[in-house]
């Protein structure tokens, strides 16, 4: 029986891997994505700069001229599939290290990559994954969402708040700044940053509104807003993916909010400008990489990659979210080379190669990344931007650890 | 008190798209006793359909003229090919039948069209913003407002004045009778059927042009469900109330109960109503009553 | 109506009265325990995995025929009770520092009273406005209260991560693929004969009676509203049971595994498997999970040729299962325990035709 189905299996998978491969000398990589679930408007983008970055990875040489395997599979943002498919990873494929994906899911198998001691690094910038005493075998490859999010509210009461004509009256009067967040609460990722947004609103001497509950895949937000109309808020945060902050935003614009958005990471890539039209303009956002066809070092590649791999897709298509999947593989890639060329290509050798990260940067338009062995935070630079005429042009990058030091080391850390 | 009138207005001008979908279902019901729980999964077919059309270059009116034939034409084949041969059977199997379906249509949507919001682009109503007695509104509200409307009075015209709504309603009151007359129940199914796609890919086009379609428009086809039970099974303008209530109510329920909760009341509240209007009056405003104590 | 094989006759009521009423039954039986045994001693930890998959859907799937198939409740929110139990089972772990069994004992108890509570409209409403209640059960419990509230107790974020090592019975661990199947195998069996004993007794016929005709029972002497709640008591401590099951496979609880797609996942699974009898629940369950994994496993070679088969899988899987509903109740409205009953009456009464 046993025999029969990894005949059945062996003979599946001769079938589908094209032939010409390697076999023998191989270093396995797994990667759960996104493709069919409330995520998946950026995730599909993601799993595409994944596939493209392994083929780029193979062809400049591999892992000391050893090939990287990589294992991708959907899970459609539904944490149980996630811990199968996990479990699959390490029984079944026996990888050295994982890409993940969400904060729920990432954040439930913490415990489980601790113990079965496989490097976790995730597009979940989720701040517990940061620190190194709670979850060691867990990285991450930008900013973490607290620290952008703070980022993003630093640049904005600075840039806008204390520049701006529009507000030179509230100023004089000194009426606080008021902020409410859009998210949606029933989500991690979505409601990870928000005590420390309320904390740093709380710092800078904002005033914070109701929270408003919008889901990951709404398309209608009119409640919400009409809901905050009467707080008359200066300011709006968007915790959500592109497809429900561009519902907000025009939505916003319809019903005359008149207020200021800043978005995060996730939320903040061309699709936005395409879904939210001439609501967008003016909308500051975090970036984590360059923008897809930026001038940054390497984005050459990823555009002659994305033309080579995947030519059915149409270039316009490709978003930030491609440049992030290049980052992440390049990390993961950088460290295994460390850990082969010293010898210990293992789950733990790996997090040490991880942890010998200083100020190495993929290029791409990447903050320089610094990691120890009590400290996973990559960086405390955040670049922020803004949609001027359907582009995005940077603001400033905002280094919060050169502002706060001491809270940046100690209270901010980890949460 | 200025947002408490802009809620009740937004939600009735939603509220009569959720009519529309509603007033599908009613027809279905009224007229073969089923109960579809795939009315959700109508009104995306039917939306995406249009957009396709939309995408291909024809325009508004076109796509939407385009969608209404397909749509008629998919109602006759489903009810052909896989109700036909439930008729007479008990309860469960008929809607877990519509519950297959629904399974079935959401992953048709799905594979085909994928997951993301898709707009209509470039856009059909135009996008600025007007102010009516200090309040402002989306045009496309409006022009959705407008639409259902229309719609609904040539459904009150089609079944008060042409001969096939007639015989509908004829159906619908006493099978046996209006067999024994000549009435053909198999084409009046037939066509419950496909004026219920019919009305669902409008009021799903409509939605889709106020803020994008995903496919999470299919847990709309769920909403419609509070709504014919409040307005009473198979009562047509129940089913029309009904639809505008919900809309009215998710608004209201959103911004006043909401900032009691930790949040979500929006997608429950018409759910939590539509206990409440069972235990109080399970036949709804305008249903049949049916005693039956035991 | 099943017919002996011949050469069994009967001497004793006892004999006549009992389960398995020939060697042959009796011999399948002990052949089936122990094929059950022994399974992950030959097969793959793969073929172990979709075991207790198959066995979490018979114990979610249990519950709904009892209402269902033997007591006429129609009910399409059942997966909000498993929830209740898994989650109840979760904190009492958690928090509590329960012993599992005792946490999961709590959490069928729970979930038994708060499937109760759903059932109270039946003794007014029925058929259509049923469905809707409990539905209506399904968005209130999972989608409001447990996602926003029971989620967050403890500062959690929407969801509990049991850490590993923390579930063990009298101090074995429960924490590897294997020795889940077991606990949940030993669960399964437990609740299928416990549920076949019941059906048997007092309790069960009054069900039946409510099924076939609910007002000729209440005219009969049957306590109609009384029998209803204690039939949405034991779907409920079913449905706790289920979730108990589902805590040590995947060591982690969140609202996402337990919205309405499971609900109805779990209705189809009897539909398909016959209405109205336990063979039925364990032929739909098996039937529904070997399909879905045999398409996975044809999905990969053609993915080559169709790259957006892997993607949208998922949606290929649930296109499938509706289908599969749609063709079975179409073509084979009494289900696989019909057909499977058949095939025992062809054997038992061969060469003769009836």
């Known amino acids: 029986m046993r025999r029969l189905m990894l005949r059945m299996l062996a003979l599946a998978l001769a079938l589908a891997v094209p032939a010409g491969g390697a076999w023998a000398q191989e270093i396995k990589l797994g990667s759960l994505n996104d493709l069919t679930g409330p995520t998946s408007d950026v995730g599909k983008d993601v799993a595409l700069g994944i596939r493209e970055a392994v083929q780029y990875v193979n062809d400049t040489g591999g892992i000391n001229g050893k090939r990287l395997r990589l294992y991708l599979y959907d899970y459609g943002y539904r944490v149980p599939e996630a811990i199968t498919t996990y479990k699959r990873f390490r029984d079944f494929d026996k990888v050295v290290g994982v890409l993940g994906w969400g904060t729920g899911d990432t954040e439930a198998l913490s415990p489980t990559v601790t113990k079965d001691r496989i490097p976790y690094l995730s597009h979940s910038f989720s701040a517990k994954l940061t620190d190194a005493k709670t979850a060691p075998f867990n990285f991450v490859y930008g900013t973490d969402y607290s620290s952008n999010a703070r980022a993003a509210m630093t640049a904005w009461f600075d840039e806008v708040w204390m520049r701006d004509t529009r507000f030179r009256d509230a100023r004089a009067k000194g009426e606080k700044p008021r902020v409410v967040m859009f998210y949606h609460l029933a989500v991690p990722y979505a409601s990870a940053p928000i005590k420390a947004l309320k904390d740093h609103a709380a710092l800078l001497g904002f005033e914070v509104g109701p929270d408003q509950n919008v889901t990951l895949t709404a398309l209608d937000v009119r409640s919400q807003i009409l809901a905050v109309k009467e707080f008359r808020p200066h300011l709006v945060w968007h915790g959500n993916t592109t497809m429900s902050v561009a519902a907000a935003i025009k939505d916003a614009h319809a019903l005359g909010l008149g207020a200021d958005h800043i978005v995060n990471n996730w939320g903040y890539d061309e699709n936005l400008v395409r879904l939210a039209g001439l609501a967008a303009e003016g909308v500051m956002g975090i970036a984590v990489t360059a923008f897809y066809g930026e001038t940054a070092p390497l984005m050459d590649k990823v555009v002659e990659y994305a033309k080579k791999v995947n030519p059915g897709v149409p270039q316009d298509a490709r978003m930030i979210r491609t440049v992030q999947a290049w980052a992440q593989v390049l990390m993961m890639a950088e460290a295994m080379r460390r850990a082969d060329k010293a010898g210990k290509l293992t789950g733990p050798g790996l997090r040490e190669a991880f942890e010998t990260f200083r100020g190495w940067t993929p290029g791409l338009g990447v903050p320089p990344i610094t990691l120890t062995a009590t400290d996973h935070r990559t960086s405390s630079v955040v670049p922020i931007y803004r949609i001027r005429g359907g582009k995005f042009e940077r603001v400033k990058n905002v280094d919060l650890k050169e502002r706060w030091p001491t809270q940046w080391e100690r209270e901010w850390f980890g949460y | 008190m200025p947002v408490f009138v802009e809620l009740v207005l937004s939600g009735i001008l939603v509220g009569s798209i959720y009519a529309l979908v509603a007033l599908g279902w009613t027809l279905i019901y009224k007229c073969s006793g089923v109960l579809n729980l795939a009315m959700g999964e109508l009104t995306l077919v039917g939306a995406y359909v249009c957009l396709t059309y939309y995408q291909w270059g024809f325009p508004f009116p076109v796509a939407l003229a385009a969608m209404l034939v397909t749509g008629f034409v998919l109602g006759l084949v489903t009810e052909r090919l896989f109700l036909r041969r439930m008729i007479g059977e008990p309860i469960l199997a008929v809607i877990m039948i519509t519950a297959g379906l629904s399974f079935f249509f959401r992953a048709v949507v799905g594979f085909v069209w994928g997951t993301d919001t898709v707009v209509f682009d470039p856009p059909v109503f135009p996008r600025e913003p007007l102010s009516l007695f200090g309040m402002v509104f989306a045009q496309v509200y409006l022009w959705s407002f407008v639409a259902a409307l229309v719609l609904l009075a040539a459904f009150a015209w089609f079944f008060t004045r042409s001969r096939w709504g007639l015989s509908m309603q004829a159906t619908a009151d006493d099978e046996m009778a209006a067999l024994s007359l000549g009435v053909s129940a198999k084409w009046v199914y037939a066509l419950a059927w496909a004026i219920a796609f019919m009305a669902a890919g409008v009021g799903g086009t409509l939605l889709g042009n106020i803020n994008g379609l995903n496919i999470s428009v299919g847990y709309l086809g769920l909403l419609v469900l509070p709504a014919v039970v409040l307005g009473g099974l198979n009562s047509v303008p129940g089913a029309i109330v009904g639809g505008i209530a919900i809309g009215v109510l998710q608004n209201l329920s959103d911004v006043y109960i909401g900032p009691l909760t930790l949040g979500g009341v929006k997608e429950i509240a018409p759910f939590v109503f539509m206990i409440a209007v069972l235990l109080v009056r399970p036949y709804g405003l305008w249903g049949w009553v049916k005693i039956e104590r035991v | ?354």
């Not at chain 3, 309790?203 to 076939?212: L, Q």
């Not at chain 3, 609910?214 to 039939?231: F, H, P, R, S, T």
């Not at chain 3, 009494?334 to 003769?352: D, I, M, S, T, V």
């Open chain 3, 1 to 354: 109506m099943s017919y002996l094989p011949s050469g069994v006759y009967h001497q004793t009521y006892a004999a006549s009265h009992a389960w398995w009423q020939s060697n042959f039954v009796r011999a399948k039986m002990v052949l089936l325990v122990v094929f059950v045994a022994t399974l992950p001693l030959y097969a793959s930890l793969y073929v172990v995995s979709v075991a207790n998959i198959v066995l979490y859907t018979m114990l979610s799937a249990l519950g709904v025929q009892l209402l269902t198939g033997y007591c006429g409740q129609i009910t399409l929110g059942h997966a909000a009770f498993i929830a209740v139990g898994a989650y109840a089972t979760a904190m009492g772990v958690l928090f509590w520092g329960l012993p599992y069994p005792l946490a999961a004992l709590l959490g069928c108890l729970l979930a038994g009273l708060w499937s109760v509570v759903f059932g109270l409209p039946s003794a007014r409403i029925k058929g259509f406005y049923q469905i809707m209640t409990t539905m209506a059960a399904q968005f209130i419990t999972v989608d409001f209260i447990i996602t926003h509230y029971v989620s967050r107790v403890g500062d959690r974020e929407h969801y509990f991560s049991l850490p590993p090592g923390t579930i063990t019975l009298g101090g074995w661990p429960v924490d590897s693929e294997i020795k889940v199947y077991y606990l949940s195998a030993a669960l399964t069996i437990l609740c299928f004969a416990a549920v076949a004993n019941l059906l048997r007794t007092k309790v069960g016929r009054a069900w039946i009676a409510i099924r076939d005709n609910d007002i000729a029972a209440e005219a009969m002497g049957v306590n109609v509203v009384a029998y209803k709640l204690l039939a949405f008591f034991a779907a409920g401590v079913l449905a706790g049971v289920a979730g108990a099951v589902w805590i040590p496979s995947l060591y982690f609880v969140s609202p996402e595994h337990f919205q309405l797609s499971w609900s109805l996942w779990v209705v189809g699974v009897i539909l398909i498997g016959g209405v109205g009898s336990l063979h039925g629940v364990a032929f739909g369950a098996i039937f529904v999970t070997v399909i879905l994994e045999l398409l996975k496993l044809a999905v990969i070679p053609l993915a080559d040729f169709y790259p957006a088969l892997t993607e949208r899988f998922l949606y290929v899987k649930e296109g499938v299962f509706g289908l599969a509903i749609v063709l079975f109740l179409l073509y084979e409205p009494r289900g696989l325990a019909y057909r499977w009953e058949q095939l025992k009456n062809y054997f038992n009464l061969w060469p003769f035709r009836y």
